[in-house]
Each structure stands twice: as C-alpha cells, then as structure tokens.
C-alpha cells in the first residue's frame, strides 16, 4: 500500500506538469521508477500503461478547447507509432543493466535540455513540415526506448521549428494516447511472443500501473489551473531540475557511490 500510495503521488504529479506543458509524464514516471530499482523495460511498459489512461483524459480536454492542429496530428502519428514500436522491440532485446546506463543518459540529457529551453525565448513562425516526420519518428522511439520522450522531444522540437504554444502542446497531449497505446500493444506482443521474459518477475509492475493511474486521472483536469497558476518557465525549470537530479542519482548508484 505505501509504494501504492507513492506512485499515486508521482502520477498526480507528473501529470500535473504533462497537462501544463505537454510533456515529462513519462520521463518523470519512468525516472522515479528506474530510482527504485524497476527494470528499464518494466518502468516504460508501467509507464505507457498508465498513459493510456491519463492521455486519454488530457487529450478529450485539448479536444474540447480546440487545441488541436489536425494537419500535424496526421503528419505526427505514423512515424510516431513506428518509431515508438521500434523503441520497444530494442528494448526489450537486451538486459535491463545493460540498457540501464543508456536510458539514464538520455533522462539526463532531456533535464539539461528542458532547463535549457527554460531560459531561451521560443519563437511562434509556422512549423515546416519537413521536419515533422523525423522528428515524430526519434520521439517516438525514444519514448519507448526511456520510457518517456514523446512530449520533451516532440514538444520542444516544435516549437523550436516555430509552432504555436497552445496548438503545440494540444497536439501532442493528443497523439500521446495513440503512441502509449501502441508501446504497449509493442510491450504486449513481446510478452505474449516469448520475446520478453522478464515482465513478470516483479511485483512492482502491477503496483506501480495502478498507482500511476490513479494519480495521473485525478491531476488531469487540473492542468488548466496550473497553467494559469504558474508561467511555463517555472514549470519548466522544476521538471528540469527534478529529472537531472533523478538522473544523477542513477549515475552514483551505477558507478557504486551510493
């Protein structure tokens, strides 16, 4: 009941901050859950689970307020899908200690990036949809591969190349249902094929799915509030910070100082 009660806790916050911005409710899950010695390929298929459900949730929301351009919707999901699919075979095909290493880099690198973005001004022409497809295809294999990354990659990449905050970030919250959907139907097949062996093995899996859920269905529809409540360059500063310090605290407990 306690670990139940702290992955409540970690969903409501992480979909707090994934409401607000369109991104992290993934890579701060996955973070937290890597922190207490779930295997990489449990903590993303824990992860997308719980997705499903709180997406769903984000994505009705950004619908009802017409936050969504459909042209990059339609441009966005296929190659999201086949990299998130990708993302997930890759990972399943290796040991979790050997994969370990790599995901906690790649956590570490969205933190800096996230604070990084924080302090730059963030420019508002017309994305150029030649830069949709590639972009849509490494955060969707990233996503699956470090157990979040769709909404920092993806997020970020669009509004680097010039996108609109609101329309953005709608977008995205509402293809995530379909990348989770398709990571886990990846994690599934796996399973189900002989192809992943260890999902399993922990008793981590069930618990940590349930409390992420629950958390993240009830934080949903306080993203609205939060984003009036606070500037995005705060949210953004808080995510940062939380995940690099997640992220080099794997690092010491890899090299064994901790």
């Known amino acids: ?5 702290l992955f409540a806790v970690v969903g409501f916050l992480a979909q707090l901050v994934d409401g607000a911005l369109g991104m992290a409710y993934g890579v701060i ?7 207490f010695g779930v295997p990489p390929a449990q903590a993303s298929a824990s992860a997308h689970a719980a997705e499903l459900f709180t997406t769903a949730a984000s994505g009705s929301a950004h619908l009802y307020h017409r936050n969504i351009d459909w042209k990059l919707f339609r441009r966005l999901i296929p190659f999201g899908v086949g990299g998130g699919m990708l993302g997930a075979f890759v990972l399943t095909s290796f040991e979790g200690d050997q994969v370990k290493p790599f995901v906690t880099a790649y956590l570490a690198v969205v933190g800096s990036w996230l604070l990084l973005r924080s302090f730059r001004r963030i420019p508002t022409n017309p994305v150029k949809l030649r830069v949709v497809a590639p972009l849509g295809a490494i955060a969707g294999f990233l996503d699956a591969a470090g157990g979040g990354g769709w909404g920092p990659v993806a997020t970020t990449g669009l509004l680097g190349a010039g996108g609109q905050p609101r329309y953005v970030i709608g977008t995205v919250n509402a293809t995530e249902f379909l990348i989770a959907l398709s990571v886990s139907l990846s994690f599934l097949a796996t399973i189900v094929t002989g192809h992943w062996e260890q999902a399993g093995e922990s008793h981590h899996y069930f618990t940590s799915v349930g409390g992420l859920i629950i958390g993240g269905v009830f934080a949903a529809p306080l993203a609205g509030w939060v984003v009036k409540a606070l500037q995005e360059k705060t949210l953004l ?3 940062g910070s939380l995940i690099t310090l997640l992220a080099g605290y794997q690092t010491l407990e890899l090299i064994g100082w901790l």
């Not at 009941?1 to 009660?5: H, I, K, P, Q, S």
């Not at 899950?29 to 922190?35: D, F, H, K, M, P």
């Open 1 to 5: 009941m306690e670990d139940f009660l």
């Open 29 to 35: 899950s996955s973070t937290v859950l890597l922190a």
């Open 237 to 239: 500063r808080l995510v």
